[in-house]
């Protein structure tokens, strides 16, 4: 599980793709982890899901890095270290409503829960 983790949130750049909901993201993820150890020969769709989740993080990471420049509180304040486990993303994904994994895209679910997990002020 952790190598599988590894590959989903290794660095690599994102796609321009259309953004992925969070629905489809989870259903392509499970049918990856079904595979087991054979899903390491699935290159391309561990690659959709790697690229998906870096353009989120990266795209978040700018968002936030503007609202500073412009003096508006930002959507999160994170720690200088720390990050963000595949487990942690995946049950947090899972935790949502199916009818909001069908609307929201993944960047919009890594912000929420990067709201919740990194509030701004708190400390």
Do not use: N, W
Request: charged share 25%; with cysteine; aromatic share 6%.
């Amino acid at each position: 599980m952790k190598a599988f983790g590894a590959v989903l949130l290794g660095l690599g750049l994102a796609t321009a793709a259309e953004a992925m909901s969070v629905a489809e993201f989870l259903g392509r993820a499970d049918a990856l982890r079904a595979k087991g150890a054979m899903a390491l020969f699935s290159g391309s769709e561990i690659k959709r899901l790697k690229d998906e989740v870096v353009g989120a993080v990266s795209g978040l990471r700018d968002e936030r890095l503007a609202a500073e420049r412009a003096g508006r509180t930002p959507a999160y304040c994170p720690p200088a270290k720390g990050g963000l486990s595949s487990t942690e993303m995946l049950d947090a994904f899972r935790a949502l409503p199916s009818e909001q994994r069908a609307r929201l895209s993944v960047k919009d679910a890594l912000r929420g829960h990067f709201r919740r997990k990194f509030p701004c002020g708190a400390g």
